[in-house]
T-cell receptor, first 116, second 114 residues
Framework: DAGVIQSPRHEVTEMGQEVTLRCKPI?????LFWYRQTMMRGLELLIY????????DSGMPEDRFSAKMPNASFSTLKIQPSEPRDSAVYFC??????????????FGQGTRLTVV | AQSVTQLGSHVSVSEGALVLLRCNYS??????LFWYVQYPNQGLQLLLK??????LVKGINGFEAEFKKSETSFHLTKPSAHMSDAAEYFC????????????FGTGTRLQVFP
């Protein structure tokens, strides 16, 4: 498997524009996580899905942020409208529950978002 | 709710010296604990994990960590640092079993000097 695939790797956009980040989890994994990493706040869990259903979105900072998982192989994180303080690296991760319980999360390479 | 605290945002060691990165956890149920490493401009990679089996866990690249319930700690060690170990290290906790979310510490940046 190619691992968790995120696109784009880098995104530069102007304040007020809509931004969509994409993630393809590892095939067979039934959990998908979106994290945000900044120098000030470290790694924050934004939202996670189980079997395509959002389970906990308490980490989503504002209504400007939304996430969807229309099927088991694709998820998006959308920011509309974007603001400079949204600049960060956004990571997607996936995992599954095996016979021994939950596995560790496998991370994508991240999307570095810069809002100017 | 579970949480982890990493003591020391920066640690510097000489090549060949002992590496010790500290992590203390808080959890109301038996935890699963993880150490991840992040190299520049990369995602996070699992180093090792504790899932209620052996308390001394060996991971990749010569790292190991010991789960100490009495101290609520899961410190990461390596006997002899290499230049290639320079990276950021994250401790993380989840509630174990059929857990879901992984909560990360703030990270420790390891520098290795020749």
């Amino acid at each position: 498997d190619a691992g968790v695939i995120q696109s784009p790797r880098h995104e530069v956009t102007e304040m007020g524009q809509e931004v969509t980040l994409r993630c393809k989890p590892i095939s067979g994994h039934d959990y998908l996580f979106w994290y945000r990493q900044t120098m000030m706040r470290g790694l924050e869990l934004l939202i996670y899905f189980n079997n395509n259903v959002p389970i906990d979105d308490s980490g989503m900072p504002e209504d400007r942020f939304s996430a969807k998982m229309p099927n088991a192989s694709f998820s998006t994180l959308k920011i509309q409208p974007s603001e400079p303080r949204d600049s960060a690296v956004y990571f997607c991760a996936s995992s599954f529950v095996g016979r021994a319980g939950h596995t560790e999360a496998f991370f994508g390479q991240g999307t570095r978002l810069t809002v100017v | 709710a579970q949480s982890v605290t990493q003591l020391g945002s920066h640690v510097s060691v000489s090549e060949g010296a002992l590496v010790l990165l500290r992590c203390n956890y808080s959890s109301s149920v038996p935890p699963y604990l993880f150490w991840y490493v992040q190299y520049p401009n990369q995602g996070l990679q699992l180093l090792l994990k504790y899932t209620s089996a052996a308390t001394l866990v060996k991971g990749i690249n010569g790292f190991e960590a010991e789960f100490k319930k009495s101290e609520t700690s899961f410190h990461l060690t390596k006997p002899s640092a290499h230049m290639s170990d320079a990276a950021e290290y994250f401790c993380a906790v989840s509630e174990g079993g059929n857990t879901d979310k992984l909560i990360f510490g703030t990270g420790t940046r390891l520098q290795v000097f020749p």
